[in-house]
Protein backbone atom coordinates (compact mmCIF):
# COMPACT_ATOMS: atom_id res chain seq x y z
CA UNK A 1 0.00 0.00 0.00
CA UNK A 2 2.98 2.17 0.06
CA UNK A 3 3.11 5.15 -2.11
CA UNK A 4 -1.01 5.26 -2.51
CA UNK A 5 -1.18 9.07 -2.13
CA UNK A 6 1.67 9.43 -4.99
CA UNK A 7 0.63 9.75 -8.42
CA UNK A 8 -3.28 10.65 -7.48
CA UNK A 9 -4.70 13.45 -8.90
CA UNK A 10 -4.27 16.12 -6.42
CA UNK A 11 -6.23 15.76 -3.44
CA UNK A 12 -5.83 19.28 -1.16
CA UNK A 13 -2.51 19.33 -0.06
CA UNK A 14 -1.74 21.17 3.80
CA UNK A 15 -1.03 23.99 2.52
CA UNK A 16 -4.61 24.69 0.80
CA UNK A 17 -6.60 23.27 3.84
CA UNK A 18 -8.17 25.78 5.80
CA UNK A 19 -6.85 25.87 9.54
CA UNK A 20 -6.98 27.26 12.62
CA UNK A 21 -4.14 28.76 14.55
CA UNK A 22 -3.32 27.52 18.25
CA UNK A 23 -1.04 28.62 20.74
CA UNK A 24 2.28 28.46 19.69
CA UNK A 25 3.02 28.22 15.78
CA UNK A 26 1.28 25.24 15.53
CA UNK A 27 -2.11 25.43 12.87
CA UNK A 28 -4.96 23.00 13.02
CA UNK A 29 -6.97 22.11 9.87
CA UNK A 30 -10.37 22.93 10.18
CA UNK A 31 -11.63 19.61 8.71
CA UNK A 32 -10.47 16.50 10.62
CA UNK A 33 -11.01 12.64 9.86
CA UNK A 34 -13.16 10.94 13.38
CA UNK A 35 -11.97 7.20 14.00
CA UNK A 36 -14.29 6.07 17.02
CA UNK A 37 -14.97 2.48 16.12
CA UNK A 38 -12.89 2.63 13.34
CA UNK A 39 -11.01 -0.27 14.58
CA UNK A 40 -8.57 -3.70 12.91
CA UNK A 41 -8.18 -3.37 9.68
CA UNK A 42 -11.38 -1.82 8.94
CA UNK A 43 -9.91 1.51 10.61
CA UNK A 44 -6.31 0.83 8.90
CA UNK A 45 -7.55 1.15 5.44
CA UNK A 46 -10.55 3.84 6.44
CA UNK A 47 -7.37 6.07 7.71
CA UNK A 48 -5.32 5.33 4.46
CA UNK A 49 -8.28 6.40 2.19
CA UNK A 50 -8.77 9.32 4.32
CA UNK A 51 -4.71 10.55 3.78
CA UNK A 52 -5.05 9.34 0.31
CA UNK A 53 -8.65 11.83 -0.06
CA UNK A 54 -6.82 15.07 1.29
CA UNK A 55 -7.51 15.02 5.19
CA UNK A 56 -4.62 16.12 6.84
CA UNK A 57 -6.08 15.94 10.16
CA UNK A 58 -6.61 12.80 12.07
CA UNK A 59 -8.62 12.08 15.83
CA UNK A 60 -7.80 9.21 17.87
CA UNK A 61 -7.99 8.14 21.47
CA UNK A 62 -6.20 5.64 23.76
CA UNK A 63 -9.74 4.78 24.31
CA UNK A 64 -10.10 3.84 20.70
CA UNK A 65 -7.96 0.86 20.67
CA UNK A 66 -6.66 1.57 17.28
CA UNK A 67 -3.46 4.30 17.52
CA UNK A 68 -1.27 1.90 15.95
CA UNK A 69 -3.50 1.32 12.59
CA UNK A 70 -3.49 4.57 12.55
CA UNK A 71 0.07 5.14 12.85
CA UNK A 72 0.23 2.69 10.25
CA UNK A 73 -1.74 4.38 7.92
CA UNK A 74 0.08 7.36 8.22
CA UNK A 75 3.31 5.82 7.82
CA UNK A 76 2.26 4.17 4.72
CA UNK A 77 0.51 7.39 3.13
CA UNK A 78 4.27 8.59 2.63
CA UNK A 79 3.11 11.37 3.81
CA UNK A 80 5.69 14.01 6.25
CA UNK A 81 4.78 13.18 9.93
CA UNK A 82 4.90 17.56 10.02
CA UNK A 83 2.19 16.95 7.55
CA UNK A 84 -0.56 15.40 9.34
CA UNK A 85 -1.83 16.76 12.50
CA UNK A 86 -2.51 14.11 15.25
CA UNK A 87 -4.82 14.24 18.15
CA UNK A 88 -5.23 11.73 20.71
CA UNK A 89 -6.66 11.80 23.95
CA UNK A 90 -5.96 10.48 27.64
CA UNK A 91 -8.52 8.49 28.98
CA UNK A 92 -10.46 9.34 32.29
CA UNK A 93 -9.11 6.00 34.01
CA UNK A 94 -5.26 7.38 33.27
CA UNK A 95 -5.28 9.97 36.17
CA UNK A 96 -1.98 9.57 37.86
CA UNK A 97 -0.53 7.76 34.94
CA UNK A 98 -0.28 10.60 32.28
CA UNK A 99 3.35 10.01 31.56
CA UNK A 100 3.25 6.26 30.70
CA UNK A 101 -0.16 7.11 28.77
CA UNK A 102 1.39 9.37 26.32
CA UNK A 103 4.30 7.71 25.97
CA UNK A 104 2.28 4.19 25.47
CA UNK A 105 0.42 6.10 22.44
CA UNK A 106 3.40 7.85 20.83
CA UNK A 107 5.07 3.92 20.38
CA UNK A 108 1.60 2.52 19.25
CA UNK A 109 1.22 5.76 16.61
CA UNK A 110 4.51 5.12 15.75
CA UNK A 111 5.88 9.38 15.78
CA UNK A 112 7.75 11.42 18.19
CA UNK A 113 5.20 13.51 19.33
CA UNK A 114 1.70 14.55 18.90
CA UNK A 115 0.05 17.75 17.92
CA UNK A 116 -2.78 17.53 20.54
CA UNK A 117 -3.20 16.08 23.31
CA UNK A 118 -6.67 16.22 24.96
CA UNK A 119 -8.03 15.00 27.92
CA UNK A 120 -10.98 12.88 26.56
CA UNK A 121 -13.91 13.65 29.93
CA UNK A 122 -12.97 15.49 32.81
CA UNK A 123 -11.63 13.50 35.78
CA UNK A 124 -14.55 11.27 38.08
CA UNK A 125 -12.89 13.97 40.59
CA UNK A 126 -13.12 17.03 40.68
CA UNK A 127 -9.94 17.91 42.69
CA UNK A 128 -8.27 15.75 40.27
CA UNK A 129 -8.78 18.16 37.21
CA UNK A 130 -5.73 20.87 37.76
CA UNK A 131 -3.04 18.08 39.00
CA UNK A 132 -4.22 16.13 35.46
CA UNK A 133 -3.71 19.59 33.44
CA UNK A 134 -0.46 19.90 35.08
CA UNK A 135 0.74 17.09 33.80
CA UNK A 136 -0.72 17.40 30.25
CA UNK A 137 1.26 20.89 30.42
CA UNK A 138 4.14 19.62 31.75
CA UNK A 139 4.22 16.82 28.58
CA UNK A 140 3.83 19.67 26.28
CA UNK A 141 6.71 22.19 27.71
CA UNK A 142 8.93 18.16 27.04
CA UNK A 143 8.15 18.14 23.28
CA UNK A 144 5.87 15.05 23.40
CA UNK A 145 2.52 17.24 22.13
CA UNK A 146 2.94 20.57 20.52
CA UNK A 147 -0.37 21.64 22.31
CA UNK A 148 -3.01 20.30 25.12
CA UNK A 149 -6.30 20.84 25.43
CA UNK A 150 -9.84 19.02 26.92
CA UNK A 151 -12.87 17.48 25.97
CA UNK A 152 -16.32 17.21 26.95
CA UNK A 153 -15.68 20.10 29.51
CA UNK A 154 -17.81 23.20 30.30
CA UNK A 155 -16.89 26.71 30.10
CA UNK A 156 -16.79 26.53 34.02
CA UNK A 157 -14.18 23.53 33.89
CA UNK A 158 -11.88 25.49 31.62
CA UNK A 159 -12.20 28.61 33.62
CA UNK A 160 -11.28 26.66 36.14
CA UNK A 161 -8.10 25.48 34.63
CA UNK A 162 -7.43 28.88 33.25
CA UNK A 163 -7.91 30.15 36.34
CA UNK A 164 -5.34 27.79 38.72
CA UNK A 165 -2.47 27.45 35.76
CA UNK A 166 -2.65 30.32 33.74
CA UNK A 167 -2.70 28.03 31.26
CA UNK A 168 -5.60 28.24 27.96
CA UNK A 169 -6.35 24.83 26.77
CA UNK A 170 -5.49 25.11 22.95
CA UNK A 171 -9.34 23.13 21.87
CA UNK A 172 -12.39 21.98 23.54
CA UNK A 173 -13.43 18.81 21.91
CA UNK A 174 -17.80 19.16 22.14
CA UNK A 175 -20.80 17.30 20.70
CA UNK A 176 -21.19 19.95 18.15
CA UNK A 177 -23.92 20.12 14.98
CA UNK A 178 -26.68 22.26 13.46
CA UNK A 179 -29.24 21.14 16.30
CA UNK A 180 -26.53 21.69 18.89
CA UNK A 181 -25.80 25.11 17.82
CA UNK A 182 -25.45 27.79 20.64
CA UNK A 183 -23.86 31.10 19.87
CA UNK A 184 -22.88 32.03 23.37
CA UNK A 185 -21.53 28.88 23.82
CA UNK A 186 -19.64 28.73 20.56
CA UNK A 187 -19.02 32.89 21.81
CA UNK A 188 -17.72 31.85 25.37
CA UNK A 189 -15.04 29.51 23.70
CA UNK A 190 -13.98 32.44 21.14
CA UNK A 191 -13.73 35.09 24.12
CA UNK A 192 -10.88 33.09 25.82
CA UNK A 193 -9.10 31.94 23.07
CA UNK A 194 -10.02 27.83 22.75
CA UNK A 195 -11.14 26.79 19.89
CA UNK A 196 -14.04 24.64 19.55
CA UNK A 197 -13.82 21.21 17.98
CA UNK A 198 -17.18 19.64 17.16
CA UNK A 199 -17.64 15.54 16.96
CA UNK A 200 -20.33 13.61 16.04
CA UNK A 201 -21.61 16.35 13.35
CA UNK A 202 -24.25 13.78 11.49
CA UNK A 203 -24.85 11.62 14.23
CA UNK A 204 -26.61 14.42 16.05
CA UNK A 205 -28.04 15.62 12.54
CA UNK A 206 -31.35 14.87 10.78
CA UNK A 207 -29.33 14.68 7.53
CA UNK A 208 -33.06 14.44 6.16
CA UNK A 209 -34.48 18.02 7.32
CA UNK A 210 -36.14 19.97 5.16
CA UNK A 211 -33.75 22.97 5.16
CA UNK A 212 -30.91 21.09 5.14
CA UNK A 213 -32.00 19.26 1.77
CA UNK A 214 -33.41 22.76 0.21
CA UNK A 215 -29.47 23.80 1.00
CA UNK A 216 -27.77 21.29 -0.13
CA UNK A 217 -29.93 21.06 -3.69
CA UNK A 218 -28.81 24.97 -4.18
CA UNK A 219 -25.67 24.24 -4.20
CA UNK A 220 -25.61 20.28 -5.82
CA UNK A 221 -24.41 18.54 -2.53
CA UNK A 222 -25.70 16.31 0.02
CA UNK A 223 -27.12 17.85 3.02
CA UNK A 224 -24.25 16.00 5.34
CA UNK A 225 -21.59 18.08 3.05
CA UNK A 226 -23.75 21.11 3.57
CA UNK A 227 -23.57 20.10 7.87
CA UNK A 228 -19.50 19.91 7.03
CA UNK A 229 -19.09 22.92 5.11
CA UNK A 230 -21.55 24.98 8.24
CA UNK A 231 -18.62 23.90 10.75
CA UNK A 232 -16.05 25.70 8.13
CA UNK A 233 -17.88 28.58 7.95
CA UNK A 234 -17.99 28.90 11.23
CA UNK A 235 -14.32 28.27 11.66
CA UNK A 236 -15.20 25.57 13.83
CA UNK A 237 -13.47 22.13 13.61
CA UNK A 238 -15.49 18.99 12.09
CA UNK A 239 -14.37 15.46 12.71
CA UNK A 240 -16.70 13.56 10.29
CA UNK A 241 -15.92 9.57 10.78
CA UNK A 242 -16.61 6.72 8.18
CA UNK A 243 -15.19 3.68 7.05
CA UNK A 244 -16.92 3.65 3.71
CA UNK A 245 -14.92 5.01 1.06
CA UNK A 246 -17.36 7.00 -0.90
CA UNK A 247 -18.35 8.84 2.02
CA UNK A 248 -14.54 9.61 3.06
CA UNK A 249 -14.10 10.83 -0.30
CA UNK A 250 -17.23 13.03 -0.11
CA UNK A 251 -16.95 14.01 3.69
CA UNK A 252 -14.03 15.74 2.20
CA UNK A 253 -14.96 17.34 -0.56
CA UNK A 254 -16.20 20.70 0.93
CA UNK A 255 -13.96 22.99 -0.08
CA UNK A 256 -15.70 23.67 -3.80
CA UNK A 257 -18.54 25.66 -2.41
CA UNK A 258 -19.36 27.89 0.78
CA UNK A 259 -22.69 28.99 2.43
CA UNK A 260 -24.05 32.90 2.32
CA UNK A 261 -24.91 34.71 5.52
CA UNK A 262 -28.34 33.98 5.09
CA UNK A 263 -28.28 30.14 4.56
CA UNK A 264 -25.88 30.15 7.58
CA UNK A 265 -29.03 31.60 9.76
CA UNK A 266 -31.41 29.37 8.31
CA UNK A 267 -28.71 26.48 9.50
CA UNK A 268 -27.62 28.43 12.83
CA UNK A 269 -31.65 28.28 13.53
CA UNK A 270 -31.75 24.78 13.74
CA UNK A 271 -30.35 24.86 17.15
CA UNK A 272 -33.15 26.81 18.53
N1 LIG B 1 -14.21 13.49 22.54
C1 LIG B 1 -15.22 12.64 22.59
O1 LIG B 1 -15.74 12.30 23.68
C2 LIG B 1 -15.77 12.08 21.31
C3 LIG B 1 -17.01 11.41 21.31
C4 LIG B 1 -17.50 10.94 20.09
C5 LIG B 1 -16.78 11.14 18.93
N2 LIG B 1 -15.55 11.76 18.95
C6 LIG B 1 -14.73 11.92 17.73
O2 LIG B 1 -15.54 12.51 16.71
C7 LIG B 1 -15.58 11.64 15.58
C8 LIG B 1 -16.90 11.79 14.84
O3 LIG B 1 -17.99 11.47 15.66
P1 LIG B 1 -18.79 10.10 15.58
O4 LIG B 1 -17.93 9.01 15.04
O5 LIG B 1 -19.43 9.92 16.91
O6 LIG B 1 -19.99 10.42 14.61
P2 LIG B 1 -20.23 11.06 13.14
O7 LIG B 1 -18.95 11.38 12.45
O8 LIG B 1 -21.24 12.13 13.37
O9 LIG B 1 -21.00 9.90 12.42
C9 LIG B 1 -20.42 8.71 12.02
C10 LIG B 1 -21.54 7.89 11.41
O10 LIG B 1 -22.05 8.57 10.25
C11 LIG B 1 -21.92 7.74 9.11
N3 LIG B 1 -21.57 8.63 7.99
C12 LIG B 1 -20.34 9.08 7.64
N4 LIG B 1 -20.41 9.89 6.57
C13 LIG B 1 -21.72 9.96 6.22
C14 LIG B 1 -22.42 10.64 5.18
N5 LIG B 1 -21.77 11.40 4.29
N6 LIG B 1 -23.76 10.48 5.11
C15 LIG B 1 -24.42 9.72 6.02
N7 LIG B 1 -23.81 9.05 7.03
C16 LIG B 1 -22.46 9.18 7.14
C17 LIG B 1 -20.84 6.76 9.44
O11 LIG B 1 -21.05 5.54 8.74
P3 LIG B 1 -19.89 4.65 8.06
O12 LIG B 1 -18.68 4.71 8.94
O13 LIG B 1 -20.53 3.30 8.02
O14 LIG B 1 -19.66 5.24 6.70
C18 LIG B 1 -21.06 6.54 10.93
O15 LIG B 1 -22.13 5.64 11.16
C19 LIG B 1 -15.33 10.26 16.19
O16 LIG B 1 -15.01 9.29 15.22
C20 LIG B 1 -14.23 10.59 17.16
O17 LIG B 1 -12.99 10.74 16.49
C21 LIG B 1 -15.06 12.25 20.13
Request: net charge negative; charged share 25%.
Amino acid sequence: MAGLIRGRTAAMTTAEQPTVPLAGDARMPLLGFGTWQATGEAGYKAVLAALDAGYRHIDTATMYGNEEEVGRAIKESDLRREDVFLTTKLPPDRVGRERETIEASLRALDTDYLDLWLIHWPPSSPGDSIPVWRELLAARDEGLTRTVGVSNYSISQIDELIQSTEETPAVNQIRWSPSLYDRQTHAAHRDRGVVLEGYSPFKTSDLSHPVLARIAAAHGVSPAQVVLRWHIDHEIVVIPKSVTPDRIRANADIFGFSLTAEEMRDIDALGG
